[in-house]
């Protein structure tokens, strides 16, 4: 491995630069027959809290049933079952099993009450081991109460009525259960870890799920160990050009041929207020296309550099380049929590750009870690795509699924989507550091005014050369018309009304099959909360 010096140019600020070591991103080592962690029990036996520990000591993304179904209804679990019954709130879990894929590991935690249905628990068991959290009577009881949104709790004697359940649905966990763990007396951690120690008990000859840090595949050994324990799967989705061109992220001299620096350079895109458009659209889209505006500015340095007598190749998201990494070590920012890059003076609203160079340049500094104890981030995630730390399952995040994603949005992640139509910025929005961020002097990012004034029902109306025409020179375009009405529709499906059904029904009769089925989608969610009379 070769070490080159990246140089960086902090937009608005004074030049740094700095020596680096290269990094692949977080991958998962996977032997293709890993199962989810499925987590039943009573109200109190720790299921969420625990699901957490789990998702936190394998980075495999959790689901909870009660979050999915509070987040289609819009409502909390126990106005749910004041406004529409606990039937429909069985529904409910019945339908958030059927949507669960098997082939995708997850922790899978569930409400007290979904091994009421035997259906429910033949669903259970085909996602994954069915994990059984138990403690005595008295301690769950005491547990449970310590919270007072239990619906089933809200009773004139709730003591009698705890009873009640747990003496219906202990037999009923029992018959569900692969494994069965108590809680008495451990914490959280505690029971995480026990939980992992017999799934490893039961399967020694299988490797357990292993989700690695971005630096352990940028050493060629690692990476060979890896392949040799087991599929390295990228947690890319469809962005299989991820997966692809790895000589080239190790080794920038595969690249450019004598490339001596790396130039990474940050451009603030902050235009403050608040997003204008119905429908949430990512802060970074609001204006011209990033990529045009910098690769302009780019070339100017580029030719510059070439009067240096250098020769240079220039990348703005665009290329087999590490930029958040070079960026990190060229003392631009650090590594968030979120995977995103973070800095002390712009938060985390700004662009990255590189240039790879023949000149050697004198290094810089690496950015120090400031986040501390902080995660707010991690807890902002609306579908938990932040696993852990610095880990990142690009299948669930929002940005992925409503920008990079050409196909269907998987069922169970649509209401966790809400309003978003391209883009989240939630896990950037929670950063503390935003709170020094500048309103940036690159008028290109400002907001445009044209889709300010559009209900969401009006995109659905857009033809090709109208889409097209409204999002040139966007970020948006990118998407093309398919992928964003398709986003539309399931924005609509979230926060919809009566007077958006004819809009949808219109769309559900594209001539594109991916916007006809996710407005077929949005109707039936409408049609559940405002009534069959619409």
């Known amino acids: 491995m070769i070490s080159i010096q990246p140089y960086s140019i902090l937009v608005g600020h004074s030049v740094t630069a700095t020596s680096f070591q290269l990094s692949l991103p977080a991958a998962y080592c996977d032997m293709s027959a890993a199962k989810s962690i499925v ?49 429909k709130f ?53 547990r449970a109460s310590r ?13 009698t009525v705890f009873s009640d359940l747990f003496a219906k649905r202990e037999p009923l966990y029992a018959s569900a259960a692969d494994l069965q763990i108590d809680t008495s007396g451990k914490s959280h951690d505690e029971v995480a870890d026990a939980i992992l ?39 890319h989705g469809e962005m299989n050009y991820m997966a692809r061109a790895e ?26 207020g608040e997003n204008a458009s119905a429908g949430r659209i990512a802060r970074y889209a609001w204006g011209d296309d990033y990529h045009d505006v910098i690769e302009a500015k780019l070339r ?18 665009t290329g087999p380049v590490l930029e958040r990494d070079h960026a990190a070590t060229a003392g631009i920012g650090w590594h968030g929590k979120s995977t995103m890059l973070l800095n002390e003076k712009l938060g985390t609203w700004f662009f990255l750009a590189e240039i790879l160079t023949t000149l050697e340049l004198p290094p810089d500094e690496a950015a120090r870690d400031r986040c501390g104890t902080c995660e707010r981030c991690i807890t902002a995630c609306p579908t938990g795509a932040i696993t852990a730390p610095h880990k990142l399952d690009a299948r669930r995040c929002i940005s992925y699924l409503t920008i990079e994603l050409k196909s269907a949005i998987p069922l169970e992640l649509r209401p966790l989507i809400g309003d978003r139509i391209f883009g989240c910025d939630d896990c950037l929005e929670a950063c503390p550091w935003n709170r020094f961020a500048k309103v940036s002097r690159e008028t290109s990012f400002t907001a445009r005014r044209s889709t300010a004034t559009l209900a969401l029902r009006d995109y659905l109306t857009l033809s090709e050369a109208e889409f097209r025409n409204l999002f040139r020179n966007s970020p948006i375009k990118r998407v093309k018309r398919r992928g964003f009405l398709r986003n539309v529709c399931v924005a609509l499906g979230n926060v919809g009304t009566f007077d958006d059904l004819p809009a949808l029904r219109r769309a559900a009769a594209d001539s594109e099959p991916l916007i006809a089925e996710h407005a077929t989608w949005a ?9 069959p009379t619409a």
């Not at 749910?80 to 019954?85: Q, S, V």
């Not at 919270?147 to 003591?159: C, F, I, S």
């Not at 017999?198 to 292993?210: C, G």
């Open 523 to 531: 109707i039936e969610q409408i049609l559940n909360r405002v009534g």
């Open 300 to 317: 100017k340095i580029d030719n510059y550099l070439r009067e240096l007598g250098g020769e240079q190749k220039c990348y703005v998201d």
């Open 197 to 235: 120690a017999k799934l490893q008990e039961l399967a020694p000859e299988r490797p357990a799920i292993v989700v690695t840090g971005g630096g352990i595949v940028g050493n060629t050994e690692n990476l060979d160990l890896l392949k040799r324990l087991g599929t390295v799967v990228w947690a």
């Open 90 to 142: 069985r529904d409910a879990e019945t339908n958030v099993l059927l949507k669960l894929a098997p082939d995708r590991p997850a922790i899978i935690t569930t409400g007290g009450g979904i091994i009421l249905r035997p259906g429910n628990v033949d669903l259970l068991k085909k996602l994954g081991t069915v994990i059984w959290l138990t403690a005595d009577e008295r301690t769950l009881f005491e």
């Open 39 to 87: 987590l039943i029990g009573m109200m109190g036996a720790g299921k969420s809290s625990v699901g957490r520990c789990l998702q936190r000591l394998t980075g495999l993304a959790r689901i909870d049933t009660d979050e999915i179904i509070a987040a289609e209804f819009g409502i909390p679990i126990a106005q749910i079952f004041a406004t529409h019954g606990e039937e």
């Open 147 to 159: 919270r007072n949104e239990r619906p089933l709790l809200q009773k004139e004697n709730p003591q």
């Open 247 to 272: 000589e080239k992220r190790r080794d920038p001299q595969n690249v450019l041929p004598g490339a001596r620096s790396i130039i990474v350079l940050a451009l603030n895109y902050f235009q403050g």
